[in-house]
């Protein structure tokens, strides 16, 4: 609880430390992550990446789910490398329009190209 | 690097397969990065003391529970859609309350946002798709930045505030909406009427009720409340407080906040983030509000000043004690977030800066839930 008196003559200028043993600093996850690709066996490999580096929620999607997937409550879109150019820029058009602040990934193979 | 200075996470963000764990990790940390700094430190009501600001939630009460509509103006970062969510809140209106930033969305896609589009209607209509407009119906519509929106684009809007009606894109159907409409602006509309930027008519439509927001600097006693209130929010999201020796309170009170509100928020995070439960001085406060010449205070701290402020916070310990456990549990954790921080989130290099090997950081980073 703070302790602050606007307008006493002398203004408790301070923050109480109740709760002190409390006040462990929450770091919290990423926040609810979304794997868009019909590659199940890539979308697997990333979901166990981002569950070891960090504790959120991974939904794995593919092009014809995906939708219902991704809630307010995500943060986090990765389009995977299986899927192809066209669908992946189509979902990425529609997810940015409806969420412009939404963090969006776009996974390509190696040679350039996604999969 | 502090937080706040951390590049933002762009909203489209490529990566190659195979992914290394350094790569995605910077990617997560990133965004939790970005949640943290937008982690609503801002006040979610109309917080101050001030003769203006009671004026303002005066206003609030008696328009709210009216249809009429609202035009709300201050400078940026006064709060515009805080009084704006208020509004509706307190409408009693059974909708959602939908924000559009006008100045946000590019011109050509304005139309379609606020209206919706019926499949087809354009390349890449692949569905149809209802527009802020329906899917306020019965709720409030926040149309931020309104100063900003394009004539061709204000005649429709004018149009349907006249007629109540909006038509999706490439349809022919006119579809009623019970729409409550606040808009909000930075800008002076007069005289963007005069440079014949804005509509007089749209004005006078929009303007049935006009709101004003003073600037932080203009209503100083409201500093230390809302200070208050954002340090209450950071411990109850957070779990960490900070608070303030008098000459950085005086100092704070005294400063300009061209930024208002919004200028106040970024501080009371950063300070989170650096000073985590420290006493706040004068040196501690950036240059521009401290007035201080010498290249101190939160944003110029070295990593050995951070080092030894979170080792040794400047904290009392209460009657009821603490776990020293917990207590170094956070100092390690903080120490970490800031290392990952300062390194993109690259944790090679966070395990550089904290004298660690990578994998001993990994480890530490899932015991600690990072």
Known sequence: ?115 | MTVAALPDFTSSYQLTWPISLDELGGILERVRQRRLRESALQPAEFIGVSDSSRSVRQLVSQVAPSSATVLVTGESGTGKEVIARQLHERSGRTGAFVAVNCGAIPPELLESELFGHEKGAFTGATGLRKGRFELAHKGTLFLDEIGDMPLAMQVKLLRVLQERVIERVGGVRSIPVDVRVVAATHRDLEARIQQQRFREDLFYRLNVVELNIPPLRERRDDVIPLLDEMVRRSIARHGIGVSFSDEAMDMLEQHAWPGNVRELANLVERLVVLRPHAVVRLIDLPREISGLTEPVGAAGQSVASLVENAIAPSVALPDEGISLREHIETIERNLIREALSMSDGVVAKAAKLLGLQRTTLVEKIKRLGL
Request: aromatic letters at 6%.
């Open chain 1, 1 to 115: 609880m703070l302790i602050f008196r606007v307008g006493s003559e002398r203004r408790e200028r301070q923050f109480s430390q109740q709760g002190w043993a409390g006040m462990i600093m929450s770091a919290g996850s990423a926040g609810s992550v979304v794997v868009i690709d019909p590659d199940q066996q890539s979308a697997r490999t990333l979901q166990q990446m981002i569950e070891f580096l960090d504790t959120p929620s991974v939904v794995i999607a593919d092009e014809d789910n995906w939708a219902a997937a991704v809630d307010d409550t995500v943060e986090l879109v990765f389009l995977g490398r299986g899927l192809a150019d066209s669908p992946a820029r189509e979902i990425e058009t529609q997810l940015l329009r409806d969420r412009p602040s939404l963090a969006v990934v776009r996974i390509r193979d190696d040679s350039g190209s996604a999969a």
